[in-house]
């Protein structure tokens, strides 16, 4: 079993920068894949970026390549994900996944932990 809390959200100007962290514990945060997904009210979940157990294979949805970084520290059981150039379309809840996979996916049907979620607002 995995709990993940997620924080750092909150309200930014377009532009500017948030980083979210995602903090495992329940278990060794070992041999597990993590991804974060968001969605906006009145829209499904997508997906963000996702990385695998090394933190050595990122990748990223093509609205945010480029703005956003995955990254985890496995010694300290968190993942994070720095976001810059903020836009008012990154609004959204923004969860954290985990899945007993080597490899991170695209698909949140694919995940088997999540996050509560933390808001990201991004005003014009």
């Known amino acids: 079993q995995v709990q993940l809390v997620e924080s750092g959200g909150g309200l930014v100007q377009a532009g500017g920068s948030l980083r979210l962290s995602c903090a495992a514990s329940g278990r060794t945060f070992s041999n597990i894949a993590m991804g974060w997904f968001r969605q906006a009210p009145g829209k499904e979940r997508k997906f963000v970026a996702a990385i695998n157990w090394s933190g050595y294979s990122t990748y990223y949805a093509d609205s945010v390549k480029g703005r956003f970084t995955i990254s985890r520290d496995k010694v300290k059981s968190m993942v994070y994900l720095q976001m810059n150039s903020l836009k008012p379309e990154d609004t959204a809840v923004y969860r954290c996944?985990?899945?007993?996979?080597?490899?991170?996916?695209?698909?949140?049907?694919?995940?088997?932990?999540w996050g509560q979620g933390t808001q990201v607002t991004v005003s014009s």
């Open positions: 996944a985990a899945r007993s996979s080597m490899y991170g996916s695209t698909s949140y049907s694919e995940y088997d932990y």
